[in-house]
T-cell receptor, first 115, second 113 residues
């Protein structure tokens, strides 16, 4: 069975460039989460969707970050313009329901480096 | 106080040892608790949920103490393959975002031959 799919796996870009990260959740899962992980701050929730609707975006660091989920099988996280402090591993996760007791299944992550 | 706090370690133990990790959380309204495991440069994966009465899965035992707001994970007869970072996870029940999980920064375990 295909798990959560993320692309690209690695991204190196220069400061000021636009970065788009992509995620395909597990089929049938109706909750999708975007996380960022750094050594300093650990794993932080950026935003999560339920049935394609953003439920909580309080973790989005600033207006440079935006996320969309146009349909049940695709989501994007965009950073424009990117800055060196955005360098991190970005994970997408999906779960079968909205309740916090549901297991979250993580994708392999996108390792972003902003020079 | 941090929302979910863990000793970062590393815990360096020999094969066959028993090792225990603790985690404290700040939100007394939290209802769901988990341990996730993350291997180096990999994604987190659910290890086990933590139930109020405590639960066991093979060599792994999880306990919850609501009064003191801490969670523990005990690993018996540790294996080389148990080497990983263990993340304590608690739901952030603020009344409106029950699907929101808060992850600790993790405790690193290294099992040596």
């Amino acid at each position: 069975d295909a798990g959560v799919i993320q692309s690209p796996r690695h991204e190196v870009t220069e400061m000021g460039q636009e970065v788009t990260l992509r995620c395909k959740p597990i089929s049938g899962h109706n909750s999708l989460f975007w996380y960022r992980q750094t050594m300093m701050r650990g794993l932080e929730l950026l935003i999560y969707f339920n049935n394609n609707v953003p439920i909580d975006d309080s973790g989005m660091p600033e207006d440079r970050f935006s996320a969309k989920m146009p349909n049940a099988s695709f989501s994007t996280l965009k950073i424009q313009p990117s800055e060196p402090r955005d360098s991190a591993v970005y994970f997408c996760a999906s779960s079968p329901g909205q309740g916090a007791w549901n297991e979250q299944f993580f994708g392999p992550g996108t390792r972003l480096t902003v020079l | 106080r941090k929302e979910v706090e863990q000793d970062p370690g590393p815990f360096n133990v020999p094969e066959g040892a028993t090792v225990a990790f603790n985690c404290t959380y700040s939100n007394s309204a939290s209802q769901s608790f988990f341990w996730y495991r993350q291997d180096c440069r990999k994604e987190p994966k659910l290890l086990m949920s933590v139930y109020s009465s405590g639960n066991e899965d093979g060599r792994f035992t999880a306990q919850l103490n609501r009064a003191s707001q801490y969670i523990s994970l005990l690993i018996r007869d540790s294996k080389l393959s148990d080497s990983a970072t263990y993340l304590c996870v608690v739901n952030n029940d603020n009344g409106g975002s029950q699907g929101n999980l808060i992850f600790g920064k993790g405790t690193k375990l290294s099992v040596k031959p």
